[in-house]
C-alpha cells in the first residue's frame, strides 16, 4: 500500500511539473512548491482556487501555510496544512485577483512562494453545451470537433492517443474526447463535478 502511494504521488508531481522524488536525495534541499490551479466561474457565480502541490526533495512530508488575500474582494484566509496533496482546500471565490504567499518547510529547510491569480468568469465561447457535445460523432477529426465546439480545449497524448478536455458551464464541469489515429472514438460528458 505504501509503494502505491509513493506510486501517486511521483504521477500527480510529474503532471504538476515537478521531477519526482529521487531516493537518497539531500534532506536539506528547499521545498518545491507550485503554481496555484485557478477554476473560473460561471456566469454570474463564484469560481475557486485549489491549494498548489508542494513537496519535499528528501521524500518527507512537508509543513505548508498559504494565505489568500483577496485584491479585489475582503476575501482572507489562512490554509495550515500537511502532504504533498493539491485540492486540500478548494474554496470557492468571486470573480477576481487573489495573492497567496505560502511557505513550505522540509526539515529546516523552508521556500517561499508569492503569486497572483486571476479568477475569471466562463464564456459561452469557451464552453461546450450540451447539444454542440451531442453532434460530435465517432471518426471525426479534431478539427471538425473544434469548429462544432467553437474552441481547441486542452489536452495531452500518449501513444497515438490523444484527449481533449473541453469545460462546461457548470462549476468544475469538464467533458473529454478521445481521439485515435487523429479520429474520435469516445467521448465522456460531465467527468468533472459540480
Request: proline share 4%; glycine share 10%.
Amino acid at each position: 500500500m505504501a509503494r502505491l502511494v509513493a506510486v501517486l504521488c511521483s504521477a500527480l508531481l510529474l503532471i504538476a511539473g515537478f521531477d519526482a522524488p529521487v531516493a537518497g536525495a539531500s534532506a536539506s534541499a528547499k521545498p518545491q512548491i507550485g503554481d496555484t490551479r485557478v477554476e473560473r466561474a460561471p456566469i454570474g457565480k463564484k469560481g475557486g482556487l485549489m491549494n498548489p502541490v508542494v513537496w519535499c526533495p528528501s521524500g518527507q512530508e512537508p509543513r505548508i501555510r498559504t494565505e489568500v488575500t483577496g485584491l479585489d474582494t475582503d476575501f482572507h484566509v489562512v490554509w495550515r496544512y500537511r502532504g504533498t496533496l493539491p485540492g486540500m482546500f478548494f474554496p470557492r471565490v468571486a470573480v477576481g485577483r487573489y495573492e497567496l504567499a505560502t511557505k513550505a518547510r522540509c526539515g529546516r529547510r523552508t521556500a517561499t512562494r508569492v503569486e497572483t491569480v486571476r479568477v475569471k468568469e466562463k464564456t459561452h465561447a469557451t464552453t461546450v453545451t450540451r447539444s454542440e457535445f451531442k453532434r460530435i460523432k465517432r471518426g471525426m477529426t479534431r478539427s471538425q470537433v473544434t469548429r462544432i465546439i467553437g474552441y481547441d480545449g486542452w489536452g495531452t497524448s500518449y501513444a497515438g492517443t490523444m484527449w481533449r478536455t473541453y469545460e462546461m458551464m457548470a462549476f468544475w464541469g469538464l467533458s473529454t474526447v478521445e481521439f485515435r489515429d487523429r479520429r474520435v472514438v469516445r467521448k465522456f460528458w460531465k467527468v468533472g463535478h459540480d
